[in-house]
């Protein structure tokens, strides 16, 4: 199961946007849109999720018997929950534009404990279908929370030290993938959160799965807001532009040569005698929890689409997808809840015809399907967009 969710630069965490088009909010128009651009990825791959998973996918990715086609279908998601992660960091940042770092702080800790609630009691409950659960599951809306309440600290060290934590997290937490604890090592939940996705028993038939470890996403939303500096006001728009595609590209041939040389950042990968399982081998990373390699060519790629989003400005289809991003968690439960009840009434109307689950038995309507839902899922989202905007006296807004 796989989810990712985003915090909106036009709502939860960011500056009213400029009046200005122009240069001022361009910025901040192409975060929204990079935000909306991975929001439409998500939901391809939770449409996956939902029809085709008696096919589901292993973690790491089994690149000898995955087919190659689900194999892809399945990796074009790999750009979300990094992405997510980085913005939401940087839209801290640009929530300090106008804020003190108290006030910050305090937001910070405000919203992560929200999402870290709605994890549990209504994310949990929109996968499932179960009103009560048996198992909760410790996903993408805890972990980003979770980071959050840990920023809320990080954000009073200088710029430097917060860059020089973050890389290290993000590089050296693969030095920490020996380290196994059991039930029974008193450092066992606390590790079991941080690094070792595992399983937590609560007492009774209660347990918890920390599905979305959060070491290393601690590191990607401290480099997130250690870049915010970029996207201060009054910042030159063409020098970022092209810092953005400097570092993005060289994410993306650092990742090429570190994987290439097969020493560290992830499970080794090997040549076969099909091409094509050969390249599957060199692109299966490791995503729980995100390794080196894994973060490297996502958050890469992330910075030279932010790049070109600001350059291309309001261009075709970009003001779409940033009013997406306009309103993330209301898309992210509207799609959850959207698929849950299609799934149902696929249950009732046809039955558990996949084995265990109901579903399709080819690929292709997948993707029909993804297709088919944007457009009816755009248009409450840009209702309650447009909302958020008009309604600032409703601060629970600010949430959602």
Not at 36 to 44: A, D, P, R
């Amino acid at each position: 199961m796989t989810q990712a969710t985003p915090l909106s630069t036009s709502g939860v965490l960011s500056p009213p946007k400029s009046v200005a088009i122009p240069v001022a909010s361009q910025r901040l128009i192409a975060i929204d849109a990079l935000r909306g651009f991975v929001m439409v990825i998500m939901l391809l791959d939770h449409v996956r999720e939902t029809i085709f998973l008696h096919h589901q996918v292993s973690d790491p990715m089994a690149a000898l018997t995955t087919d190659p086609a689900l194999f892809f279908t399945r990796i074009s998601s790999m750009l979300c929950a990094p992405v997510f992660v980085f913005l939401t960091g940087l839209s801290a940042w640009l929530y300090g534009q106008n804020h003190t770092k108290k006030e910050v702080s305090a937001f910070l800790i405000k919203r992560g404990a929200f999402l870290m609630l709605l994890e549990l009691f209504v994310v949990g409950i929109a996968w499932s279908g179960n009103l009560i659960p048996h198992t909760f599951w410790l996903q993408v809306i805890w972990a980003i929370g979770l980071c959050m309440i840990v920023l809320s600290s990080l954000i009073y060290l200088p710029r430097k030290a917060q860059i020089a934590l973050g890389l290290v997290i993000v590089c050296g937490h693969n030095l920490l993938d020996g380290i196994k604890l059991d039930a029974s090592s008193p450092f066992f939940v606390p590790w079991a959160m941080l690094h070792q996705r595992d399983v937590i028993h609560l007492g009774g038939d209660l347990i918890a799965k920390t599905t979305y470890p959060i070491l290393p996403w601690i590191g990607v939303m401290l480099l997130g807001y250690a870049m915010g500096p970029w996207y201060a006001k009054g910042s030159d728009a063409v020098k970022r532009q092209k810092n953005l595609i400097v570092l993005g590209i060289g994410l993306v041939i650092g990742f090429v040569l570190l994987r290439a040389l097969n020493v560290y950042g992830d499970k080794p990968w090997f040549i076969t005698d099909e091409p094509v399982r050969t390249v599957m081998s060199f692109l299966a990373l490791t995503k729980y929890p995100p390794s080196l390699l894994f973060l490297m060519p996502t958050i890469g790629v992330g910075l030279i689409l932010l790049s070109v989003f600001e350059k291309a400005g309001e261009g075709p289809g970009l003001k779409q997808l940033a009013i997406l991003g306009g309103a993330p968690m209301f898309f992210y439960l509207l799609h959850l809840f959207v698929l849950k009840a299609f799934y149902l009434s696929g249950v009732a109307i046809w039955g558990l015809n996949q084995g265990a689950f109901f579903g399709v038995s080819v690929l292709w309507p997948v993707w029909v399907m993804w297709l088919v839902m944007i457009v009816p899922l755009y248009f409450p989202a840009r209702w309650f967009s447009n909302l958020k905007k008009r309604r600032k006296d409703l601060a629970f807004l600010r949430y959602l």
